[in-house]
């Protein structure tokens, strides 16, 4: 089982960047693909972008491209995000998650998963 420890949330005002951080246990994170959720208050999980074992391939949803970006350092056991221009709609817990199997954007598609980080946008 893999232990996955997001970091990196806060307050920011509209216009604003943070990096979010998810540190992920074990010695196969290279192996398999990672994702990003979030969820806002009253509404489903929601894919905000995902990247594959080694980093070369990326998904994102339309709502966060040319805004957020997705890494990961395999060396370190660690996936990011970068997120730009953030908007008030971006406010939600951020989730890092493990993929089962390959790349995917349903959160079906994800085994493991962290305890959030909290993102709220002001405008």
């Known amino acids: 089982q893999v232990r996955l420890v997001e970091s990196g949330g806060g307050l920011v005002q509209a216009g604003g960047s943070l990096r979010l951080s998810c540190a992920a246990s074990?010695?196969?994170?290279?192996?398999?693909?990672m994702g990003w959720f979030r969820q806002a208050p009253g509404k489903e999980r929601e894919f905000v972008a995902a990247?594959?074992?080694?980093?070369?391939?990326?998904y994102y949803a339309d709502s966060v491209l040319d805004r957020f970006t997705i890494s990961r350092d395999n060396a370190e056991n660690m996936l990011y995000r970068q997120m730009n221009s953030l908007k008030p709609e971006d406010t939600a817990v951020y989730y890092c998650?493990?993929?089962?199997?390959?790349?995917?954007?349903?959160?079906?598609?994800?085994?493991?998963w962290g305890q959030g980080t909290q993102v709220t946008v002001s405008s």
């Open positions: 990247i594959d074992w080694s980093g070369s391939s990326t």
């Open positions: 998650a493990k993929a089962s199997g390959l790349i995917g954007r349903s959160w079906l598609e994800y085994d493991s």
């Open positions: 074990g010695r196969t994170f290279s192996s398999y693909a």
